[in-house]
């Protein structure tokens, strides 16, 4: 039998048939992912609010940043085509967004409704209101109302302030030192984006480190920022000026996590993923690949606009189960459904603990990996903060779904890879999110043409 990917489509939504040789099919050759999701949000927000032009390469063609670019040109920011080898943003400089005629719809992006609240709130004298799809509508956002209502913002929204939508009325904040209960990379950022428009000191501190590119592209943008790394604080002093900055994103180390385990579970794989970014707050999953004893290398180790680079070279081996759990895991929270996948073919059993923020991304990560996992034949336990994955079950054929979820359908299909029949993936449309030409991506390295 030959392998076979087919993408069918009854509108609105695309089911993925995937079907593979019971020996299955090696992974080889060299591949580049998209461009990262977190750095090509920011990009386009401090872009947006710098004065001058800001030029962007590599940016995340997917639909989440389709979205912030779509809210910020309708408070007045002009940018050019997102199909450009270099995007521009024709930045209008801090407090000078302009209030939208419109409702700002974040699509399905919780990253750029949290973030951008914090710009808006600060803005004095316009009023926004702000939704997005029905995930998002679901998802809560007292995580980071709270802190800004501290800081003296007015927002409401349904369910006491917790849901989208929400109407925002800016008003001119006041600097405060906020104790997070969870270390989150979109409640820190929104809350110094707040500050930059705050005179004073602005201050997060975190129980543990979350990912820092907020940071990292703030101060190459002119603010003032400084950071406790043995208190896990941050601090922005504001009133801030931003300056226009060329901005090189690297390929996102979440959408190489995909084929760093394809190409470790299935056998006479031999795969490079190329200028993958390597920051230290993102690479829970090569730690974590590690500890199963996973052939990976890095290669050509650099440094691009103040983040680092390298290509990451996988190769099949016989992984090992391991516990994951404390601080590692917000530096893998996304690539949590994906290692679930490769503690399927793990000797021994793999538990994922300290988790419980996958229960409120795009779906309930943790309850559809297990039910999901567990239609392909899987063994996996559900628990409140995670999940208990048994090695070395045998996955059969069947149709799971997405749950409109761009991780989990993305995670199906590189489960399909190893199981004995076809796996058909409903509503596989929602791996445009992050990564629009995963399919085609992964017939590639199959061997196949079309799809």
């Known amino acids: 039998m030959t392998a076979r990917i087919e993408l069918t489509e009854a509108a609105p939504h695309q089911t993925l048939t995937l079907e593979f040789p019971a020996d299955g099919v090696a992974l080889t050759g060299r591949v580049r992912v998209p461009g990262d999701k977190s750095i090509s949000h920011r990009a386009l927000m401090l872009g947006a609010i710098a004065l001058g032009e800001t030029r962007i390469q590599g940016l995340l ?25 270099w995007v521009t943003v024709q930045g209008v400089g801090l407090g000078h967004l302009q209030e939208p005629a419109d409702v700002l719809n974040a699509g399905n992006s919780g990253t750029t409704l949290r973030l951008m609240l914090g710009l808006l709130a600060s803005h004095p ?90 940071e990292r592209m703030l101060r190459a943008f002119g603010a ?16 801030a000026t931003l300056t226009g900055q060329t901005v090189v994103v690297p390929g996102d180390i979440s959408s190489a996590a995909f084929w760093l385990v394809a190409g470790a579970i299935t056998p006479g794989s031999d795969l490079v993923v190329e200028n993958v970014g390597i920051n230290p707050t993102r690479t829970g999953i090569l730690d974590a690949l590690a500890a199963m004893e996973a052939d990976i290398t890095l290669e050509n180790p650099r440094e691009v606009t103040g983040e680092p ?17 404390g601080d590692l895991i917000p ?45 392909l034949g899987a063994r996996v336990e ?50 445009a999110v992050s990564y629009p030409s995963f399919t085609s991506t992964l017939a590639q390295l199959c061997g196949l043409e079309g799809v």
């Open 61 to 85: 063609l997917g639909e989440d940043p389709r979205s912030t670019a779509a809210c910020f040109q309708a408070m007045g920011v002009t940018l050019s085509s997102l199909e450009d080898e």
């Open 125 to 214: 004298d316009r009023l926004f209101t702000v939704t997005g799809d029905g995930s998002l509508r679901s998802r809560p956002m007292d995580r980071v109302i709270v802190p800004l209502t501290q800081m003296g913002a007015q927002i409401w929204g349904r369910q006491g302030n917790r849901l989208a939508p929400l109407a925002v009325r800016g008003q001119a904040l006041k600097p405060i030192h906020y104790r997070s209960p969870v270390a989150s990379a979109q409640i820190k950022s929104c809350l110094l984006l707040a500050g930059l428009m705050t005179e004073g000191d602005t201050t997060v501190t975190e129980p543990s480190l979350s990912r820092d590119h907020s």
């Open 224 to 239: 003032d920022i400084s950071t406790d790394p043995d208190t896990c604080s941050v601090t922005v002093r504001g009133p």
């Open 309 to 325: 680079v390298a290509d990451l070279r996988v190769r099949h081996s016989r992984l090992k189960a391991a516990t994951f759990g």
């Open 331 to 375: 530096r893998m929270i996304d690539e949590v459904p994906i290692l679930a996948v490769a503690a399927l073919f793990a000797e021994g059993t793999t538990v994922f603990t300290d988790a419980a923020e996958l229960r409120v991304k795009e779906c309930d990560r943790i309850a559809v990996m297990a039910s999901q996992l567990t239609r």
């Open 382 to 431: 559900e628990h409140p903060d995670g999940l208990t994955v048994h090695g070395g079950a045998r996955l059969t054929g069947t149709t799971v779904d997405s749950y409109h979820d761009h991780r989990i359908a993305m995670s199906m299909a590189i489960a399909a890879l190893r199981a004995d029949g076809p796996v058909q993936v409903q509503r596989a449309e929602a791996a």
